[in-house]
């Protein structure tokens, strides 16, 4: 069964960072592209970013630079790191992934950003 962890998220200062990590694990034939999405308390689920195999990445222009996501092919696993985090970034942050042809995604982590 293939599947996500996340880990990362918590609480986090206004002004301060996050750092967010997922691994994919499983049966895995394919491991297409990676990102993340996010879901703000009573809205609906958003783009964040997303990296191809070969690196190239996507970002949210909404974030205005604040954004860096990577990730390590051997270790099957996307990092997401959101710099000068404010209190509006507060949302449930989800990993996905195309695995083997179709998506998947992780459990989500509870991100909150305190004033």
């Known amino acids: 069964q293939v599947q996500l962890v996340e880990s990362g998220g918590g609480v986090v200062q206004a002004g301060g960072s996050l750092s967010l990590s997922c691994a994919a694990s499983?049966?895995?034939?394919?491991?297409?592209?990676m990102g993340w999405y996010r879901q703000p308390p009573g809205k609906e689920r958003e783009f964040v970013a997303m990296?191809?195999?070969?690196?190239?990445?996507k970002y949210d222009a909404a974030f205005k630079g604040r954004l860096t996501i990577t990730r390590d092919n051997f270790k099957r696993t996307v990092y997401l790191r959101v710099d000068n985090m404010r209190p509006e970034d507060t949302a449930v942050f989800y990993c996905?992934?195309?695995?083997?042809?179709?998506?998947?995604w992780g459990q989500g982590t509870q991100v909150t950003v305190s004033s």
């Open positions: 990296i191809t195999p070969d690196m190239g990445e």
């Open positions: 996905y992934a195309h695995i083997n042809g179709g998506p998947i």
């Open positions: 499983g049966n895995i034939f394919s491991l297409e592209s």
